[in-house]
Structures are given as C-alpha cells and as structure tokens.
C-alpha cells in the first residue's frame, strides 16, 4: 500500500465518518484516510486526521474501499510491517465493504484501528487500554474487540472458563496475536517461541477426563477471525456428540484462521486437532499439528469436510506424532472444494486402520497434494490412503516413501527427505531442496507474513524465515520463472548461514544471510 498526493480530479461528493484508535500509537500522532476505487488504480483521494477525529474526503463519484493508516514512527510512505492498516467493515464480517458516492455527502463510514492488550499478570484497571491496564481474561479481549482490532496477549496461560463446556470464542475481523511480554510497542517485537501464549482446557484436576471439551469453538465466526502466534493445547473432547469432535479447534459451521499455532497434545473422538464440518473452515498457515489423538475415528490432528464455504487449507504447516484409527495426521472427507495442501511436512504419525500421514474420503473428485513431504508415517497405506482405493490424491513435487507409481502427479521422489530434527527442518543434504513448484506456493489472503498484502505469495516459512532463497551448491529441480529458485518441499526453508546473501540491493552490499534473517 502506497500513500500519494492529493489527486486533482474535481470531487463529486464526500466521505465522512470518524475514526477512532484503540491503545498505544507508538509514535504515531496521525491517520490517514484514503480511499481506492474497486479498479485499484490508485487512490481516488485522501486526507490527514488526528487519532480520535472526524474527517471529511472529496472523491469523485463512484465506489470505494477506504482504509485507515497510521504509521507508527509518524513517518508516512510505504506502510512498513509494524504500520497498522484497517479498512472500512460496515457490517463487522472483517470482509472489506464498498462505499458508494453519488454527489453529496457519504457519512456513516467510522472506522476503529489499533489494539487491546491481555495479560493474565496484570494489575491495572482491566480494561484492555494498555499493558498496564490489559484485560486478565482473555475471553474479554476478543468480546471488545470490533472489526480491524488487534488483541494482543502476553505470556501466560489461559483457560476458556470452569466448566467443559467453555471455550475461547474468535470473532471475525479481529487478530488475535500471542508471543509478547507485556511491554512491546508494534507487533515485531514479539517472540511466540521464546514467551509463549497457551490457550489450554487444563481446568480441573491433574489429567485430562475432566478438562474443556474444545478449546477453540470457531462457529460464530469465519476465516476472518485470526489466532496468531499461540500454542492451542488440552482440548479433550470426550462428551456425547457433537461434543466429542476438534478437542483443540472446532468448527461446525464458521470457521478460523491459524498462523504461527501451534496445536499440541488435544483429544476428540474426530479431528483431535482440529475438527471443520458443516460448512465450517479451518486454515492453518505456518503452524504445527504434535501429539493430537482420535484414536476412535479419523483425523489425529486435522479432520476437515471439503464441502465448506471456503476451501480447507493447509500450508507451510508440519504434522509429527499424531494418531488416529483413519488419517493419523490429516483426514479429508466429501465433494466441494479443491482442498489447499502445499508444502506439508508429515513424519511420525500413525494410524491403526489405514492412512497414517493423510486418509482421503472422496467419493467423486480427487484433492491435490504439492510440494509435501510424507515420510515414517505408520500404519495400513502409511503415508496415504484413499477409502475403497477410490480417487487416490493428486501428488506433486513431493516426496511421498515408497513412491507413488500407479497414481497422478509429477516428480513424486521416493528419497530420504533428510530431516534435520524432530521438528522436521532439513539438512542441507536433503533432496527436498530447491525441488518444489513456485506457482502452488499459496496466496496470502489472510496476511499470514503480517507484511500488509494479501494479493502475494506467502513469503514465509514454518520459522518465519524467508521462501525462494537458493542455495548455490545444490541442483534446482523445480519449478520457478526466470530469475527465481524453487521453493523447498515441506513447511521449511533450507539455508546455509554461512552464505552471502545480496541483500542491500540499492547500496551493492553483501551481507551474511545469518544477519539477514532477523530483518525479514
């Protein structure tokens, strides 16, 4: 996004609204509002407001989507990712909505931007205006929040309530993002790794019987609503129906957005991780699926109906020790939509009646599988399975163990992938580098790099370490246009910290790809 001069085609009417920021504006002292018609060649118009203000845009007659930017360094230009955009949301679905002029004024158009802040060490006002002031329950946080807000989470654990049937409930439109210590200023800072943020259903008594069903209930809100940079853990989902199904995540109906989660140790009877049913969605981007169960029925860590409202996607995700009778990673059932599975690592998950890295139940289409890894999965078919042996998955630039010959796909290998540990990142031997399709990488509608646009590629690995990055030694077996290098199969980006790596493209520096990393 790109802020511009004032153009000097004469105004047909106004748009007029209020904007209004939420926490701490860094250095931040101004928004601007623009507004960009539905061609997207360029703003129609714009103008510089206070952060709680009125405003008042001329733009010619026509239909506009009008976004809020305020630059947190009070230096406006090209939105860096710390910068907080929001665009206008009139009925708070977090989908963009169209303002219609047509001579005269438009008004109505109020925009909230910025944050509410959860701690569960804080001992301030709990209001959610500031670190200090943060909301201890994170459930507050997300009931405040409106379209375009951020809640931010620090450290700590957090369980939906006291009794089984609580759970965190996301909203649509609203980020919800973990990792921080309670003193940042802009959402880099934070480190999920290094101060994790648990949602967990451990309520009762040491062990599981009696802890929440779900920790997740996505079904009153959409892929819109974002959970970012959060461990989701101890979902046991042991009740009579439909409280037996996605003891970390369920969605029947609704549905949500992971990045950056990670999903560990949960139980149901269907979907241990995850369960999406009912036209409900689950996306998981940049996020790890560990140690889930459905030992009764399919889908150890992800059960997911491709007959939803939006397609189930999985990318840039890894799969290790998850279990299930059918599906001990992953388990996709029915007709609809082309299911999104690209760049996948699945290792060390098992199933006792068939498919122990992907179960596939699709009686008339077949789903697409790119630039994955399967490998030391257990069970019947232990890397995939198709029930009846009918529409076996479409495969391609994968390493799949034990080949894939008799079914569809392209430059399937049958190799030692090479992990380099438990987390499945690979040696710098592995024959998985260098060796997958750019043109599959998907699209990050959702803004999983946190980078402000939703009309690229994801540029990000499972470490939020950069894609597309070459290694010089190693042959490109892949797909890439001209002046590109195939991204690596799997949720992990190889690379070699002793290279160079051009970085200062204007200046002609080199720099140590090892001192790149921590700027992407």
């Given at each position: 996004i790109l802020t511009l001069s004032p153009l000097a085609a004469s105004a047909d009417g106004t748009i007029e609204g209020t904007v209004t920021f939420w926490g701490d504006p860094g250095g931040g002292t101004q928004i601007e509002i623009a507004a960009m018609p539905d061609t997207w060649s360029g703003p129609a118009g714009w103008v510089m407001v206070g952060l709680n203000d009125t405003f008042s845009l001329p733009v010619?007659?026509?239909?506009?989507?009008?976004?809020?930017?305020?630059?947190?360094?009070?230096?406006?230009?090209?939105?860096?990712?710390?910068?907080?955009?929001?665009?206008?949301?009139?009925?708070?679905?977090?989908?963009?909505?169209?303002?219609?002029?047509?001579?005269?004024?438009?008004?109505?158009?109020?925009?909230?931007?910025?944050?509410?802040?959860?701690?569960?060490?804080?001992?301030?006002?709990?209001?959610?205006?500031?670190?200090?002031?943060?909301?201890?329950?994170?459930?507050?946080?997300?009931?405040?929040?409106?379209?375009?807000?951020?809640?931010?989470?620090?450290?700590?654990?957090?369980?939906?309530?006291?009794?089984?049937?609580?759970?965190?409930?996301?909203?649509?439109?609203?980020?919800?993002?973990?990792?921080?210590?309670?003193?940042?200023?802009?959402?880099?800072?934070?480190?999920?790794?290094?101060?994790?943020?648990?949602?967990?259903?451990?309520?009762?008594?040491?062990?599981?019987?009696?802890?929440?069903?779900?920790?997740?209930?996505?079904?009153?809100?959409?892929?819109?609503?974002?959970?970012?940079?959060?461990?989701?853990?101890?979902?046991?989902?042991?009740?009579?129906?439909?409280?037996?199904?996605?003891?970390?995540?369920?969605?029947?109906?609704?549905?949500?957005?992971?990045?950056?989660?990670?999903?560990?140790?949960?139980?149901?009877?269907?979907?241990?991780?995850?369960?999406?049913?009912?036209?409900?969605?689950?996306?998981?981007?940049?996020?790890?699926?560990?140690?889930?169960?459905?030992?009764?029925?399919?889908?150890?860590?992800?059960?997911?109906?491709?007959?939803?409202?939006?397609?189930?996607?999985?990318?840039?995700?890894?799969?290790?020790?998850?279990?299930?009778?059918?599906?001990?990673?992953?388990?996709?059932?029915?007709?609809?939509?082309?299911?999104?599975?690209?760049?996948?690592s699945l290792s060390g998950n098992t199933a006792t009646g068939e498919g122990g890295g992907i179960y596939v139940n699709s009686p008339s289409m077949v789903y697409v599988i790119h630039n994955s890894i399967l490998w030391g999965n257990t069970g019947p078919n232990p890397q995939i399975s198709a029930y009846a042996g009918v529409n076996w998955p479409e495969v391609n630039h994968s390493i799949v163990q034990g080949g894939w010959a008799g079914h569809s796909g392209t430059h399937v290998l049958d190799q030692d992938p090479s992990f380099a540990d438990a987390d499945l990142r690979l040696n710098l031997d592995s024959p998985a580098i260098d060796a997958g399709d750019n043109t599959e990488v998907v699209i990050d509608f959702h803004d999983a790099d946190g980078n402000h646009w939703t009309d690229e590629q994801i540029h990000t690995d499972r470490d939020f370490n950069w894609r597309f990055r070459n290694l010089p030694y190693v042959p490109n077996t892949g797909v890439s246009a001209p002046g590109e290098w195939p991204v690596d199969m799997g949720a992990y980006e190889a690379w070699d910290p002793t290279l160079i790596f051009e970085h200062d493209f204007e200046g002609g520096g080199l720099d140590p790809w090892s001192a790149v990393v921590g700027e992407l």
């Open positions: 010619p007659d026509g239909s506009y989507y009008v976004w809020a930017y305020m630059d947190r360094d009070g230096v406006f230009g090209d939105a860096d990712d710390e910068d907080v955009i929001v665009y206008y949301d009139a009925d708070a679905d977090g989908e963009w909505d169209m303002v219609p002029v047509s001579g005269g004024a438009t008004t109505g158009i109020d925009i909230d931007i910025g944050f509410v802040y959860v701690d569960a060490d804080a001992t301030g006002a709990n209001n959610g205006s500031s670190w200090t002031d943060a909301f201890t329950d994170l459930q507050d946080g997300i009931d405040l929040a409106v379209s375009g807000i951020e809640v931010w989470v620090a450290e700590g654990t957090y369980t939906p309530g006291s009794s089984r049937g609580d759970s965190f409930l996301p909203k649509r439109g609203v980020r919800v993002c973990g990792g921080f210590t309670g003193a940042e200023t802009i959402r880099q800072q934070r480190d999920w790794n290094a101060h994790p943020t648990i949602l967990s259903c451990e309520i009762g008594s040491a062990g599981a019987t009696d802890n929440c069903y779900h920790v997740v209930r996505a079904e009153g809100s959409s892929p819109t609503a974002l959970l970012d940079g959060l461990t989701i853990t101890r979902g046991y989902a042991n009740g009579a129906f439909p409280e037996d199904q996605g003891g970390g995540v369920r969605a029947r109906g609704g549905g949500v957005t992971l990045t950056n989660v990670t999903l560990i140790d949960n139980y149901a009877t269907t979907g241990g991780g995850v369960m999406a049913n009912e036209s409900g969605t689950v996306k998981a981007y940049n996020s790890s699926f560990i140690n889930n169960r459905a030992p009764n029925f399919e889908g150890g860590a992800y059960y997911g109906s491709v007959a939803s409202s939006q397609p189930q996607t999985l990318a840039n995700c890894v799969f290790a020790g998850n279990s299930a009778w059918r599906g001990g990673g992953i388990a996709l059932t029915s007709t609809g939509l082309q299911p999104v599975l690209v760049n996948l």
